[in-house]
């Protein structure tokens, strides 16, 4: 049967109460008038929280616990009460003209005015003591946004040029916040005793009491303990990525398994010659002895995460990152032999069960941000579901972030649901009146119009990647420049996957006294980061998704609209410290029409050949029927199929063969592996090596500076090499690596060091991949056909006819494309020609595109061009 826990220290169950429901509900509702005349429910409340927490483990007087009861139930309604008027004023609640709202030049003045404006014309209404009290938690008044209309511009002489645009927004609603005294209090008590630079030298232990899981450490800890399987929900920045892992270390979660000592002891035999060194030192002292401790594993759907959330545990228990506390992304292992909590990709954890079928060296694995419902955190569900059942001690936690919680507990077998109760400080929402046909330029705007009117506190930018942060940076830049010391500093940090680690690191650097932060970022700070500090989030509404057309099998990365659900997410991370506002850059109808209630999962609009290579390897046959929480569509399966049939990975009985057991060695598309293995053939493995790592740094190569972009495509030009993208890409890679992997050669060819670096890791990676499928490395640099070839038995698929209409035509589904621009083969006509990729922009486009022969197609892919002809 379902479980709920409670995780509110008192229950709340009005019918053990001596009244009846309805004298409570009359009561509460007095409690609360009276004390919001008093103004006093925030004291009622924090007065109440002390109780609770005191009482917490002392047994009380039947009347004393009564009387606890009926004050939270109290409350709780009269919390209710405020949040219902709040909503009955959403019709009434319009965008301040700026009449009443003045925005005089005199702080000081502007606050008093405000507040006796609104109590004169009493538009505030309920919600003014509110208000007020918002307002003295950032110290400052807020003077509305948006109210920079004709009326009010005459009374703000000091803004009217500093800015040359500006975009009308409305307020249509405020998101409640939940429990934020509790925030407000923590907070007001750190500043009566630290100021604002000795608090960031708090110790970082004091800081994670602070955080809203470690009240319900014991309650969760019981429950992990008598549960095997449990569903964690909570807020964004409640605590669970970073404290739950070291709650259960020091729980005992790394014990080694005394019932498996047998084994143990087998193989300890084999690793006699470990020396000493290796057992380690844990910080509270105990010893790790090798092999016997036990892991526990926290997934992340994104790479920066788990590096992120790694570093900052590694920090919390003083030990070093790659020891004890480590990370595993996909062509970075940074683990060791020690590492007792590890980080990693879901997709990581996925290719783990190749090497570990039961993942035997967990004790706990959490997949976390399951909300996210990525391809691999669903195809883990029903691979841990599995291994849960006859691994009776492992324990399997599914944290996630929105109200999803249901639905995960239905899929594994009714697991019991633990809330972590949030935090959050209401945060008002704001949509433009008109669409905004340019959404990077609207958000540049609306990030000075925020600049220049709205008190300091960081604000964050949801972009879809990082072409569009690195526009958004520069645009920000150039306005901020040619307003000099009319404004105050302003702090641009951008985020995304591919920035590296170092640069990843500021943005949770706190501004400096005097300035604001602007984090430009992707997705990520959706709900995988958390950044302290946000007042502001501006909300363009798109996000770049993987579309998967499962009738033809085309494959693009598009910018979509988000769903309703990622709007709020996103909207409430400008309340995590203080009252926040949101800026959506669509209109309230957009969000009420044109935006689904939640995304779609990944499974379900993917292409899927890597995820049934990977299945039939760890001999999983039936995927039909696999335990899936949403199911792919048929059509997509047998697609995957299909193509893996093509390549060789599968025979005509759906079996893996031999070439397909090897492909699943790389953490590769099927089509890249496929080439690499082909190039034994073409006996030019170094160099397919060089060309599937350069691919797969993706189009970050070659550096544009917008003042120099003729100079940058120059040499960009000058690398070029018939026959191709991918060619280009080798002899730049040939090129770096001949200076000696030079920082300063880059640099002078407007090459990106940083992703040639990584290429490079990339590069390694593979190359020890290959000695387990035994393929020797061998360079062929001179024969361009050959690596053709072997390119062209792994994207086969990908190949594309040039038409009579001046386009090309994909040959397997007769659509219409283009080489991009930044192709080398973009003036040349090639008859055939095979693309890495396709992105749809104002077209579809080809990008990193390779001439062929018409007869190579025949030679390469025998399976696929016999029968199709
Ligand atoms: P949740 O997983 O519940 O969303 P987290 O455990 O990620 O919450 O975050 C808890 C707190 O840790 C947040 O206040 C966040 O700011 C802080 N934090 C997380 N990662 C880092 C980091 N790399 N640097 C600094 N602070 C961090
Ligand atoms: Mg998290």
């Known amino acids: ?125 309920q919600n003014f003591e509110q208000r007020k009290w918002e307002d003295e938690v950032i110290h400052t008044a807020l003077p509305h946004f948006g109210s920079l209309d004709k009326e009010a511009k005459s009374n703000q002489p000091k803004y009217d040029y500093i800015l040359d645009e500006e975009i009308q927004f409305v307020q249509q609603l405020t998101i409640p916040g939940v429990n934020e005294l509790l925030q407000y209090k923590e907070k007001s008590k750190i500043n009566e005793h ?95 002895k090798e092999k016997k401790m036990m892991m526990i594993g926290c997934t992340q759907p994104r790479r920066v995460a788990a590096m992120s959330v790694a570093a900052r545990v590694a920090e919390e228990m003083n030990v070093k990152l790659g020891r004890e506390v480590g990370y595993a992304i996909r062509f970075e292992d940074c683990s060791s032999e020690r590492t007792i909590i590890k980080y990693m990709t879901d997709g ?107 008190p300091l506190g960081d604000v964050l930018v949801f972009l879809t990647g990082q072409e569009e942060i690195e526009t958004a940076n520069e645009m920000l830049l150039e306005r901020t420049r040619r307003l000099g010391t009319k404004i105050k500093e302003l702090i641009i940090l951008p985020i995304y996957s591919t920035l590296p680690s170092d640069m990843q690191i500021r943005i949770f650097e706190p501004a400096p006294l005097g300035a604001r932060k602007v984090i430009l970022a992707t997705n990520i700070a959706e709900t995988s980061l958390t950044i302290d500090g946000i007042h502001y989030v501006i909300d363009p509404g798109f996000c770049k998704q993987k579309t998967y057309n499962a009738r033809n099998g085309m494959e693009a990365l598009t910018i979509t609209p988000i769903s309703k659900a990622s709007a709020n997410q996103r909207a409430g991370r400008a309340g995590r410290v203080a009252p926040g506002k949101c800026f959506r850059l669509y209109t309230s109808w957009a969000y009420q029409h044109e935006l689904d209630d939640n995304s779609i999962p990944e499974i379900q609009r993917t292409n899927l050949g890597n995820v049934v290579l990977l299945l039939k390897s760890l001999g999983i046959n039936d995927l039909v029927n696999f335990d899936y929480m949403d199911p792919p569509p048929m059509e997509t399966l047998r697609l995957a199929f299909e193509q893996l049939y093509a390549l060789g990975a599968l025979n005509h009985k759906v079996e893996l063969t031999k070439l397909g057991r090897r492909m699943a060695e790389f953490p590769l598309d099927p089509m890249l592996s496929k080439t690499i293995l082909a190039s034994e053939t073409y006996k030019c493995s170094a160099e397919i090596l060089t060309i599937v790592s350069m691919l797969s740094v993706n189009n970050s190569i070659f550096f544009r500076p917008k003042d120099k972009t003729l100079l940058a495509d120059t040499a960009r030009q000058g690398f070029f090499t018939p026959g191709g993208d991918h060619l280009t890409l080798l002899n730049v890679y040939n090129q770096w690596k001949d200076t000696n992997y030079s920082t300063q050669w880059c640099y002078e060819n407007f090459i990106q060091f940083r992703s040639m670096n990584r290429a490079r890791q990339v590069r390694d990676q593979l190359e020890a991949l290959m000695e387990r499928v035994e393929i020797e490395i061998q360079s062929n640099p001179a024969d361009t056909i050959g690596i053709r070839k072997a390119i062209c038995s792994g994207f086969f698929y990908h190949t594309a006819k040039f038409s009579k209409n001046g386009m090309y035509k994909t040959v397997r589904h007769q659509q219409s494309v283009l080489i991009h621009p930044n192709s080398c083969l973009f003036d040349q006509i090639p008859r055939y020609v095979i693309y890495f990729e396709l992105v749809l922009t104002t077209k579809e486009y080809m990008r990193q595109v390779i001439e062929i022969e018409n007869e190579w197609l025949r030679e390469t892919a025998p399976h696929f061009y016999k029968t199709k002809k």
């Open 194 to 288: 630290e100021d604002e630079n000795k608090r960031k030298h708090r110790s970082l232990q004091e800081s994670r009491k602070t955080l809203p899981i470690y009240r319900f450490r014991e309650d969760l800890m019981n429950a992990i303990r008598d549960h095997q399987v449990l569903i964690i929900e909570g807020e964004t920045g409640s605590g669970k990525t970073t404290q739950l892992t070291q709650y259960l270390y020091e729980e005992g979660y790394c014990e080694p398994d005394t019932e498996n000592v047998e084994e143990e002891e087998e193989e300890e035999e084999e690793e006699e010659d470990y020396d000493d060194d290796d057992n380690i030192k844990l910080p509270n002292g105990k010893k790790k």
């Open 348 to 454: 990581m954890l996925l290719r783990e069960f190749l090497s570990e079928p039961d993942l035997a060296s967990y004790s706990v694995l959490i997949v976390d941000e399951a909300h996210e419902r990525t391809l691999h955190t669903d195809i883990l569900f029903g691979l841990v579901k599995d291994i849960a059942r006859f691994r009776p001690k492992l324990k399997l936690l599914i944290s996630s972030a929105t109200l999803d919680a249901e639905k995960f507990s239905q899929f594994f077998d009714d697991a019991p649901i633990f809330r972590i109760p949030g935090r959050r400080f209401p945060v008002d929402i704001y949509y433009t009146k008109a669409p905004e046909a340019d959404y990077i330029d609207a958000a540049v705007v609306t990030v000075l119009q925020i600049h220049v009117t709205q």
């Open 1 to 125: 049967t379902k479980k709920k826990f409670k995780s509110e220290p008192v229950s709340r169950d009005p019918h053990r109460s001596k009244l009846s429901v309805e004298e409570l509900r009359k009561k509460s509702r007095r409690v609360y008038l009276a004390a919001r005349k008093d103004k006093k429910i925030h004291e009622l409340e924090e007065e109440l929280i002390d109780e609770e927490y005191l009482f917490k483990d002392v047994k009380l007087t039947k009347r004393e616990e009564e009387n606890i009861k009926f004050k939270r139930y109290a409350l709780d309604l009269a919390h209710e009460h405020e949040k219902a008027q709040q909503m009955e004023n959403i019709d009434r609640y319009h965008m301040p003209d700026g009449k009443s709202d003045e925005t005089s030049k005199n702080d000081r003045y502007r606050e008093d005015n405000r507040y006796s404006d609104a109590k004169a014309n009493g538009q505030a209404g």
